[in-house]
């Protein structure tokens, strides 16, 4: 303390000249509404500042959680959406669901192979089964093929063994969906009949006829028709309406009455 006096007293005159200042200046910030605002507006501004760039860092490091928590959510709307069981007077909704959606996250994708294949962190223990159906937030992504305890291997649709049954929506007309170009964004629809002239953007969506997918999946868009003269069945290209090169989160798809319908096949084929 007595080294401090002695240094305020050797410099005396500059100790009272930033008194002096700080003294100024509080009066005059403290005497003009036009200072008191100014200061006023700088301190909120470096507050607000502060707690903007909290909640950011705050935010980013909840984005996993939420994502999850929304992800669960789309998949419970998914399921209620999918209810078509009804009473025989088709006034009644059954309680129950014909597909459960389960989310899953992406862990490893390929987009460049000629079998490109999809893992995610959902497996046995989450009830994932071999041949359940995937679809992202836009559309068809794959099939399951592999299954661990808490991973699955997915068939990617760009995948030469990939044949998904599909309808075109505006007439329901079938035909079949295949990956058979150079460019992970496009696919190509066959068994086109002669008559039908397919018009760009028209969608094609799944058909409902397996027990993989539920009807009225999106697929993707048509791309280009061009019709072959003399050909009964045509193609098209089709634009894939999942992008497989930015794919984060899926839903696996389980028929809930697939066992009962396999076993109900099982039977007839035995007579």
């Known amino acids: 303390m ?3 006096f002695h240094f305020l007293w050797r410099n005396q005159f500059f100790t009272l000249f930033i008194l002096l200042e700080l003294v100024s200046i509080l009066l005059l910030s403290n005497s003009f509404s036009y200072q008191r605002s100014l200061r006023y507006h700088t301190l909120t501004d470096f507050t ?3 707690f903007s760039g909290y909640n950011s860092v705050d935010q980013y490091f909840g984005l996993q959680k939420e994502n999850l928590r929304l992800a669960q959510e789309n998949a419970r709307l998914r399921s209620q ?3 078509h069981l009804f009473d025989p007077d088709t006034t009644t909704l059954k309680g129950d669901s014909l597909f459960r959606f389960i ?3 992406v862990i490893s994708n390929s987009v460049s192979h000629r079998n490109n294949l999809i893992i995610v962190n959902k497996g046995q223990n989450q009830g994932v089964q071999k041949e359940m159906g995937v679809v992202s937030p836009d559309g068809v992504a794959g099939i399951v093929i592999g299954v661990s305890n808490n991973y699955a291997v997915i068939m990617s649709l760009l995948h030469h063994n990939a044949h998904i049954s ?4 505006k007439n329901d007309q079938l035909v079949n969906v295949k990956w058979d170009q150079p460019d992970y964004r496009f696919g190509t629809i066959t068994d086109i009949p002669s008559h039908l002239q397919l018009e760009v953007n028209d ?3 799944t058909s409902g006829n397996s027990l993989i997918f539920p009807k009225e999946i999106l697929i993707g868009v048509v791309e280009e028709h061009t019709k072959m003269t003399g050909e009964h069945l045509g193609s098209a290209l089709i634009r894939f309406s999942t992008d497989f090169n930015s794919l984060k989160q899926v839903y696996l798809i389980e028929n809930c009455q697939a066992n009962e319908l ?3 096949l099982l039977q007839i084929s035995e007579q």
């Open 2 to 4: 007595r080294n401090l």
């Open 48 to 50: 607000g500042s502060v």
């Open 81 to 83: 959406l999918s209810d």
């Open 103 to 105: 989310p899953a996250s």
């Open 166 to 169: 599909g309808r075109v929506k």
């Open 203 to 205: 969608s094609i969506v």
């Open 262 to 264: 396999d076993t109900l």
